[in-house]
């Protein structure tokens, strides 16, 4: 789906492609602070759960008494994991495909180098099943 779009919209797939590695390297920060990150979280869940007499419990067959630390690990930590995978699956991988029409979009001083050939060349045999059809 990304590389039809790309071809079609290469300038507004490039905007999409730096806003989702700016969204990845948010994420990764939450990552790396994981247990801060979730403490304001499960502190203002708390506050919002008192507000409605809501009690927080953990499932009957869980080994720890803590349900920050059960909440962290089992459901915050791999989520974040999967939506950080999810979004180098779709986005994040398809940096170099992209950067590589670079050699076809108008600029105003496009000289032709040794670089723009080589991504040019990369293109055609990303492609070559569609260009050769």
């Known amino acids: 789906m990304i590389d039809r779009h790309i071809t079609r919209h290469p300038a507004v797939t490039k905007t999409a492609l730096e806003a989702a ?9 939450i990552r790396e602070n994981c247990d801060v990150e979730f403490r304001q979280l499960f502190l203002s869940v708390i506050t919002l759960c008192e507000k409605f ?10 080994k720890s008494d803590n349900p920050e630390y059960f909440l962290r690990v089992s459901v915050f930590i791999p989520f974040i994991d999967n939506f950080l995978d999810q979004l180098n699956d779709r986005f994040i991988s398809h940096r170099i495909v992209l950067n590589n029409f670079d050699c076809i979009l108008p600029k105003i001083e496009m000289k032709i180098s040794e670089e723009i050939k080589g991504k040019f060349k990369q293109l055609v045999e990303t492609y070559q099943d569609i260009i050769y059809k």
């Not at 590695?21 to 920060?29: D, G, K």
């Not at 007499?53 to 869980?62: A, E, F, G």
Request: net charge negative.
């Open 21 to 29: 590695s700016n969204v990845q390297n948010t994420i990764q920060e």
């Open 53 to 62: 007499d809501i009690t927080v419990s953990l499932p009957r067959q869980c």
